[in-house]
């Protein structure tokens, strides 16, 4: 079964940037093309990004587009996302999985990222 470990949350100051990390295991992950979600409380989880096999092609979410980069290390079978210009509405907490809905693997436990005004 597909392993997610999310890492890199905190709590930051509006305008600050963080780095998310996700390392995947259990799987071949260079062959997947891989994605980053969020949910707050009472909320639905909700595309934030991904990115293809290569980390070449990449796909933003309207609010975060021009604030969040996705990358990949396919050697690490890691994914990340360098955060900046954060808000106080980016506070959620994140998730990274394949970004295909027939194909969800088992959630992680996700990392909180909490953005103070």
């Known amino acids: 079964q597909v392993q997610l470990v999310e890492s890199g949350g905190g709590l930051v100051q509006g305008g600050g940037s963080l780095r998310l990390s996700c390392a995947a295991s259990?799987?071949?992950?260079?062959?997947?093309?891989m994605g980053w979600f969020r949910q707050t409380p009472g909320k639905d989880r909700e595309f934030v990004a991904s990115?293809?096999?290569?980390?070449?092609?990449?796909l933003y979410a309207n609010s975060v587009k021009g604030r969040f980069t996705i990358s990949r290390d396919n050697t690490k079978n890691t994914v990340y996302l360098q955060m900046n210009s954060l808000k106080p509405d980016d506070t959620a907490v994140y998730y990274c999985n394949i970004p295909i809905s027939t194909m969800t693997w088992s959630w992680g436990q996700g990392t909180q990222v909490t953005v103070s005004s």
């Open positions: 990115c293809s096999w290569s980390g070449r092609s990449t």
């Open positions: 259990r799987l071949t992950f260079s062959n997947y093309v």
